[in-house]
């Protein structure tokens, strides 16, 4: 597996990329950036799919806090989405690579006949050498930033894994504030123990799956097993994984038992 050229869709939480302060972290973008550009240049093609633009555009107007009301959280996501591929195309280019940015609604990829479209845009980009960028639309789409619930997608774990399956990846890395799925809560159970390898998604791994995270995120372990659920049946594996530690990066794309790796099953021949 180490050697093959594969496709990989990964995810960055609002944890990862934002200080507790919701201002960027810069080193973490440049970090993340340089990991992608040096798997870009192994031969890899890549797709990252970010999240942070509400978070960053309420840090860039000076707001106290995440507004509340639905108009300004899409204001402040429209202000945050250009802040941050505005910095995404600024290191990037510092590799030499390109980026392109893609905002997704729920209606994009329910429709068939627009989600064809977008598979060929992503297939045309990839074939360029472009590294797709990957938001919800958060200016347009309402169902998410309001309730939280979305019948499509509704947060970025989604999201990527709809985006995997769009784009036939082998790969998907969810890059998080925890190192995997662990089979009871670790904050509260110091013994708790990370799982490595996931085959099924049965009952009981379903109920290891606690609330949301961290206050900046929207997406608790619950949301991963559900793209867990869209990446496994697309015949993708997914991995869940410490976004603190960009350099397992590497690891996870050989293979190694780094976080959990939800094992896509293999097609009947």
């Known amino acids: 597996m180490e050697h093959t050229k594969q496709r990989i869709v990964v995810k960055v939480g609002t944890s990862t990329l934002t200080h507790d302060s919701g201002s960027l972290d810069l080193r973490s973008m440049e970090h993340l950036v340089r990991t992608l550009s040096d798997l870009h240049g192994m031969g890899h ?6 999240s942070g633009a509400i978070a960053v555009g309420t840090a860039k107007l000076g707001l106290a806090e995440r507004p509340k009301e639905l108009r300004m959280k899409q204001a402040a ?11 995404y195309d600024k290191l990037f280019s510092e590799y030499n ?12 990829v329910e429709d068939p006949e627009r989600a064809e479209h977008l598979r060929s845009t992503f297939s045309a980009l990839l074939e360029m050498g472009v590294i797709p960028v990957v938001n919800e639309n958060d200016s347009v789409s309402s169902a998410e930033i309001e ?3 979305h019948k ?3 947060d970025n774990d989604t999201l990527s894994a709809i985006v995997a399956e769009l784009c036939r990846a082998d790969l998907l890395v969810l890059l998080s504030d925890i190192d995997g799925l662990y089979d009871a809560d670790p904050k509260r159970y110091p013994g708790a123990r990370l799982l490595h390898h996931v085959t099924e998604l049965t009952p009981a791994i379903l109920e290891m ?3 949301a995270g961290s206050w900046r995120g929207t997406g608790g372990m619950a949301t991963k097993l559900s793209a867990a659920r869209v990446a496994m049946a697309a015949g993708c594996d997914m991995v869940i994984t410490n976004g603190a530690r960009m350099e397992d990066l590497y690891g996870i794309v050989e293979g190694q038992d780094i976080g959990t790796r939800f094992a896509a099953k293999a097609e009947e021949a």
């Not at 690579?97 to 994009?108: E, H, K, N, P, W």
Request: charged share 15%.
């Open 45 to 50: 093609e890549i797709i990252l799919v970010t």
């Open 77 to 87: 996501a429209a202000v945050g989405q250009c802040r941050m591929m505005h910095i």
């Open 97 to 108: 690579r390109s980026v392109a940015q893609i905002l997704l609604t729920g209606d994009d």
């Open 147 to 149: 309730t939280g619930r």
């Open 152 to 154: 499509v997608l509704g």
């Open 209 to 211: 799956a606690g609330g």
